[in-house]
């Protein structure tokens, strides 16, 4: 059931993020032929609009991520998927997973419009000095596994920190549902109280010896602070899940 | 044996008691009619059986089992509003309750969207309201479920609207189901109704037949109604 949830979000969402994603491509694609004809005037219009594009893509994941879960749980869409046989655990993992994906996808997609930059930029003399001297580096032991397990561990960081924070924001949301009236309010004001609890929590942590990340001997630790990360997103989403499962009060 | 169950069922919002101490038993392959005035605790009672809420006392069970994923994967839930995502296609949205519910008849569900003539390429959002309101009765009728809740089916629809969805439930509901229909509208559902329960003020003031109803007080469901619950 899972699977079937993370499907139909994945189409609600899609069918606003993908064409635009699609735009991105084929601006990159334009602005690369432009710089390569060196056409100055389309390069400028270009560079706007594909910076445009990507800010778009950032501001729409985010607030598409939590319009999601406001108006497809708690709106009116909330009598038709609480009434669908999964539990709330799983309306609530999926949403996370969903935004997981999303920021992915978001990722991979500025990364294959640079790609699509690249290539169409530059002469392809370049491009295959570039690729043999990547490759160069690659035999002389330039870029060890270390390296590459580096940027696993900042990217793990990045993934956990961002479903704490989500975790944190659906919480809010939940809070605010208990409230008859101004839940929106409700929400923020949970927001900033979670917030403040949070950092009241680390000064605390922090004299025992343990701060977000650090740890005293040692120095900042990935994977420490990866794990903290997903703590907090677990304590937020039993949370949520209390309050959904519980004190659900559909308008 | 009772499909659905109440036993001291209570709910509160507040201060309000939206349902005191209810008892309620109600049978399999019967069409039961909720009645009461707005506020009485109908959909109240309606979305504890659906499990859109959570009782403060008492139980409600289904099929003898508290609400929960299980029960809903055999109750067709039609509730009072608009609840279907805007951005979907009707056909998109056939294949969402496949997907979701065994017990979707697809191909029942076509024939009766082909009756109305509301293509498979249109969004929710591209229907009017009337119509919207058909497309979630064909998609809750469009169910084997063992339990049908449907809540205001007919409040907020013409008159031709009304014998549609009445002529829908009728036509489609299995035999062996239970189907609540909750409504302030008696005299549109009476003639459907094997039974009727009157809630009052989040309490049963009377469950019984609808024919015994007539008999013993000489007066159609919807004339004793209006004497009971006159203001």
């Not at chain 2, 509901?173 to 009157?198: G, N």
Request: glycine fraction near 8%.
């Amino acid at each position: 059931m899972l699977g079937k949830l993370i499907k139909y979000d994945f189409l609600a969402i899609g069918r606003l993020l993908l064409p635009l994603y699609a735009a991105l491509i084929a601006v990159s694609l334009l602005l690369g032929i432009t710089v390569r004809m060196n056409l100055q005037n389309g390069m400028a219009v270009l560079i706007i609009i594909y910076t445009l594009i990507i800010t778009a893509g950032m501001v729409m994941t985010a607030y598409l991520l939590v319009e999601r879960f406001y108006h497809n749980l708690l709106g009116n869409e909330g009598y038709l998927m609480f009434a669908l046989p999964v539990t709330t655990a799983d309306h609530i993992v999926e949403k996370l997973l969903s935004a997981l994906i999303w920021t992915a996808i978001g990722i991979v997609a500025v990364l294959l419009s640079g790609i699509c930059l690249a290539l169409t930029a530059a002469p392809w003399s370049d491009l295959m000095k570039g690729f043999s001297e990547f490759f160069r580096m690659i035999s002389n032991g330039e870029i060890r596994g270390e390296d590459v397990g580096q940027i696993l561990e900042i990217l793990a960081v990045l993934a956990a920190g961002m479903v704490a924070f989500l975790a944190k924001v659906y919480c809010s949301i939940a809070v605010g549902h208990l409230w008859r009236e101004h839940r929106i309010l409700g929400s923020i004001l949970a927001f900033i109280g979670f917030s403040i609890l949070e950092v009241w929590v680390s000064i605390g942590a922090g004299r025992a010896g343990i701060i977000t990340g650090y740890l005293l001997d040692t120095g900042f630790n990935f994977w420490l602070s990866a794990g903290q990360c997903l703590i907090l997103a677990a304590v937020y989403s039993a949370g949520t899940w209390f309050i959904l499962d519980r004190h659900l009060n559909l308008e | 044996m009772s499909i659905l169950e109440c036993r001291k069922l209570t709910k509160r919002y507040g201060s309000l008691t939206a349902l005191d101490q209810v008892d309620l038993n109600l049978e399999s392959g019967k069409i039961v009619g909720l009645l009461g005035p707005n506020g009485s605790g109908k959909t109240t009672l309606i979305k504890i059986a659906s499990r859109l809420l959570q009782p403060d006392g008492g139980e409600l069970l289904i099929s003898g089992s508290r609400p929960d994923e299980n029960t809903k994967s055999i109750v067709s839930y039609l509730p009072d509003r608009s609840y279907l995502p805007e951005w979907m296609k009707t056909s998109q949205l056939m294949q969402f309750y496949s997907d979701f519910y065994m017990d979707f008849d697809r191909k029942k569900a076509e024939e009766l969207m082909a009756s109305l003539q509301i293509p498979g390429n249109v969004s929710i959002r591209q229907l009017s309201k009337g119509t919207r309101d058909k497309v979630q009765l064909i998609l809750t009728m469009s169910r084997k479920a063992r339990v049908y809740l449907l809540d205001e089916p007919i409040a907020g629809v013409d008159p031709a609207a009304r014998d549609y969805i009445l002529r829908t439930i009728l036509s489609n509901y299995s035999p062996d189901a239970l189907v609540l229909i909750s409504t302030h509208l008696i005299s549109d559902v009476e003639s459907v109704l094997d039974e009727a329960v009157f809630l009052k003020q989040g309490r049963v003031v009377l469950h019984k037949p609808a024919d015994t109803i007539r008999e013993e007080t000489g007066k159609s469901v919807d004339a004793y109604f209006r004497e009971v619950f006159a203001c």
